[in-house]
């Protein structure tokens, strides 16, 4: 669990980008948020991925529709990355909504149902045979490090605010709306394909 929630809280994609833009974009608070927006929606997920184990016929056309959705939302955080625009240093955003597009962004992210599907459930039912209380410690490992791991690069991301002050500044964030929008086109392939 520890192990593979910080590979998946360190890995690039869709999160950890939204973690990095939303503290450049508001502060530390905003990355915070986006770093424990998986406790609201892995409990879902998790549920569903449990249940579809048991119908796995109609798991690629779900996935696929999920990806479909999940890449249009990632291209419209990454188009609005791009037009995000500087005025004497300070950044013109209309609002925070950080929990908001993480939990949107995490539900419509194909990676974590196949994660579920794949590897997190399969350990949850074979821990439940053996010990439950093996499956407590799986989760509460793996949730520690993944957002353990995320707050950490939100921090560090925050500490780094003389960068934000700098010119290079809306560069970064239109970076990281082109590597949303990557991802997006990646996932939109990956869930044509499905």
């Keep these: 669990g520890i192990i593979l929630g910080l590979v998946a809280g360190l890995s690039p994609g869709p999160m950890l980008a939204l973690v990095i833009a939303e503290t450049l ?12 927006s998986p ?3 892995d409990s879902t997920i998790v549920l569903l991925t449990l249940l579809a184990l048991s119908t ?12 479909i959705f999940g ?18 240093l300070e950044v013109v955003i209309e609002r925070k909504e950080a929990f908001k597009r993480a939990i949107i962004t ?10 579920w599907l794949s590897v997190g459930s399969p350990i949850i039912l074979e821990t439940l045979k053996t010990d439950a209380s093996a ?3 799986f989760l509460l490992g793996f949730y520690t490090f993944l ?4 707050a950490f690069v939100a921090l ?14 809306s560069y970064v964030v239109r970076l990281l709306g082109i590597i949303l929008i990557f991802f997006a086109l990646t996932v939109l392939i990956e869930g044509l394909k499905l």
Excluded: Q, W
């Design 135 to 137: 499956t407590i410690f």
């Design 147 to 150: 957002m353990g791991s995320m």
């Design 25 to 36: 974009k508001f502060g530390k608070e905003e990355g915070f948020k986006v770093a424990v």
């Design 156 to 169: 560090v991301v925050d500490r780094s605010k003389s960068f934000v002050k700098s010119k290079y500044y």
């Design 106 to 115: 995490n539900l419509l992210n194909p990676h974590t149902y196949l994660f």
């Design 71 to 88: 890449a249009c939302y990632l291209i419209h955080i990454g188009l609005e990355n791009l037009r995000t625009k500087t005025s004497r």
């Design 56 to 67: 796995l016929a109609e798991h690629d056309l779900v996935i696929g529709l999920i990806s």
């Design 39 to 41: 406790l609201i929606t």
